[in-house]
């Protein structure tokens, strides 16, 4: 099973951006999906982003879509979160996850592994 290990995150502005990196210890299989999920303090995690590992697929919650980018280098079995035009609302500690299959790759109970989190956090 592959470990994840995310770094990129800080404090930043409002308005500012920030990219997240997500390495993988190994190879995804294609199949796979890596997404991202956040938490802020005392409420649960959340969806964010995803990709299939593929590359051909992704999906964005509302409240990120038009200012997130998630992308991958299936070479350096590296996924990103690039965050641009981001708010205070998007504090919080950002997850990456690898899902054994893409249809389930939004449900934080389907994970098949974590990274260990890396705090973001957007002044006003």
């Known amino acids: 099973q592959v470990q994840l290990v995310e770094s990129g995150g800080g404090l930043v502005q409002a308005g500012g951006s920030l990219r997240l990196s997500c390495a993988a210890s190994g190879r995804i299989s294609s199949e796979r999906a890596m997404s991202w999920f956040r938490q802020a303090p005392g409420k649960e995690r959340m969806f964010v982003a995803t990709?299939?590992?593929?590359?051909?697929?992704?999906f964005y919650a509302d409240s990120v879509n038009g200012r997130f980018t998630i992308s991958r280098d299936s070479a350096l079995n590296t996924g990103y979160l690039q965050m641009n035009s981001l708010k205070p609302e998007d504090t919080a500690v950002y997850y990456c996850a690898v899902t054994e299959k893409w249809i389930l790759a939004r449900r934080a109970d389907h994970v098949e592994v974590w990274g260990q989190g890396t705090l973001v956090t957007v002044s006003s």
């Open positions: 990709i299939r590992w593929s590359g051909d697929v992704t």
